[in-house]
């Protein structure tokens, strides 16, 4: 994929600001949407360009319900062509809620105290560990407060911790980390610990919207923050996730903050965000509601079909903040992760309680399901649930990573492997009505492929997941 910077008025370099507030409104204020530009548009996607801030600008201004529908198909097909069927699964795993800043929609606010403060003693944090491994889970994404007490080391001890947790078959073959941001020392440091992604959500591009929100603490610091994945590539790592919380300010400003923030680690690092999230604003205790700006269901499918179609390659992550049935129709759009059985209270996967204490969480999650129950959807779906961590652990991230053509880089890598992780969860962990139905998409799957000697690799490597082996991946 090739990169074509566009001229902006901020020149992209390391570590300095980046977003042009006016800049971004010019763009959004020009771009007039018709049924050929939008047409026009989509084939660009489609034809594996990334889009430009106007292109995506000309599809956020598209209000006519009929090129709106073209919009979500093109997405659908997008989708289809570049992304087959896999989807991966992960679980967050939340390790402490003390907090310093006083976000106004966060439960962990430093002024709410009503949140009950806990961190995992290490005890508490391998049993958490277990009973993920216990469910299925190979890949987490370890979440922390902003607070002294979770600096790079601690950060460091409990990514370590987690990868030694091994319970029969179980293992965490991947961890990554959403965190406050750290200064270049630090990122060096949690790198060692060999983590996956580094995920910071800038929360709105927006600066006074941001300065409103974050008014004390670390965080209030708008440029530190826009920053930090600067700072984590000048550290070495290359692999990190950029994301909005939508419900703050003008959903379409945030895609297009999103976009730019694309093309500045693009035009400085050569290798954009492995994924971007935008998670939607939920209920949380102690949340302050004046000033929100909620984004209705129909506004966040939009949104999420032209992020699609404006960054064809980048992973988009979906969380268990929405409920099922808006997670099913965005996973037709090309959603790429999502996460499962997912239970944000600190030490809630030990607990019998189906996770919803507001006073010891984030904020309330709408998909209780366990991760059996998401799988088993999935496939009903005819979609491919995957548990892969092959591409870091074989150095295939950041420029490598973005050497392969995507859509033949999943037919190599990414399906089979899906199939291989799928395999050991239906030996290892799934319930019977479950596997049954698991090696039917499998055998499906194997039929529809087309080089036979890769084919018969894969099902000799099956074979000896059936045999007892793990592991296995290309
Ligand atoms: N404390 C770190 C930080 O702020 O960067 C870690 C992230 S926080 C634990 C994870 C993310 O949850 C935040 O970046 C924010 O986008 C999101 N979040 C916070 N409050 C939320 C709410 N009420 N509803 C939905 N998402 C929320
Ligand atoms: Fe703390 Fe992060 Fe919540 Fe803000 S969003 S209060 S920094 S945990």
């Known amino acids: 994929m090739k990169f074509t910077p566009e001229k902006y008025k901020i020149e992209d370099r390391s570590q300095e600001v980046f977003i042009d507030e006016g800049e971004i409104w010019e763009i959004l204020n020009n771009a007039r949407p018709d049924k050929q530009k939008v047409r026009d548009i989509i084939s660009k996607s489609l034809s594996k360009s990334r889009l430009s801030l106007y292109d995506t600008a000309v599809l956020l201004k598209s209000e006519d319900p009929d ?45 709410n105290k009503s949140q009950l403060r806990t961190t995992l ?41 987690v990868y030694n947790v091994k319970k029969w078959r179980g293992e965490i073959r991947r961890v990554n980390i959403n965190a406050a941001p750290l200064d270049i020392d630090g990122f060096r440091r949690v790198k060692e610990a060999g983590i996956g992604t580094y995920q910071i959500f800038q929360e709105t591009y927006h600066k006074e919207t941001y300065n409103y929100f974050h008014p004390s603490g670390p965080k209030k610091y708008f440029d530190w923050r826009l920053t930090a994945l600067d700072r984590a590539q000048e550290a070495g790592i290359d692999d990190v996730g950029i994301g ?35 998670p939607r604003l939920q209920n949380a205790s102690g949340i302050e509601r004046n000033r929100l700006m909620p984004v209705s269901d129909d506004e966040f499918i939009r949104m999420v079909a032209i992020l699609r179609l404006a960054v064809p390659y980048t992973g988009l992550i979906l969380t268990a903040r929405e409920p099922a049935h808006i997670r099913n129709q965005l996973l037709t759009f090309g959603v790429s992760q999502i996460d499962g059985g997912t239970n944000i209270e600190i030490g809630g996967y030990t607990r019998d309680n189906n996770g919803q204490n507001l006073d010891l969480e984030q904020f309330e999650i709408n998909d209780n399901r366990p991760l059996s129950d998401v799988i088993d959807e999935l496939i009903r779906q005819g979609l491919l649930p995957s548990f892969c961590t092959s591409c870091y652990r074989t150095g295939r991230t950041g420029e490598h990573f973005m050497e392969f053509s995507v859509p033949g880089f999943i037919k190599r890598f990414c399906q089979p492997n899906a199939i291989l992780t799928l395999a050991e969860y239906l030996e290892d962990y799934a319930p019977a009505d479950v596997k049954e139905k698991g090696y039917q998409l499998i055998d499906k799957e194997i039929r529809q492929m087309d080089n036979e000697n890769f084919k018969q690799n894969l099902l000799q490597k099956l074979e000896l997941i059936k045999s007892g082996k793990r592991d296995l991946y290309y």
């Open 67 to 111: 090129l709106v529908e073209e919009i979500k198909e093109g997405a659908r097909k997008l989708k289809e062509q570049v992304y087959g069927k896999r989807i991966v699964l992960f679980a967050p795993l939340y390790v402490g809620n003390y907090c310093i800043n006083n976000c106004r929609y966060c439960g962990f606010r430093s002024t």
């Open 121 to 161: 003693t290490v005890e508490e944090l391998i049993n958490q560990v277990e009973a993920l491994e216990d469910a299925g889970h190979k890949r987490l994404i370890l979440v922390y407060g902003e607070h002294p007490r979770y600096n790079a080391d601690f950060i460091y001890e409990t990514v370590k911790i």
């Open 244 to 278: 909005a919380l939508f419900g703050l300010y003008d959903w379409r400003f945030e895609v297009m903050g999103l976009l730019r923030h694309v093309n500045h680690l693009e035009a400085v690092y050569n290798v954009g965000p492995h994924t971007i999230s935008f």
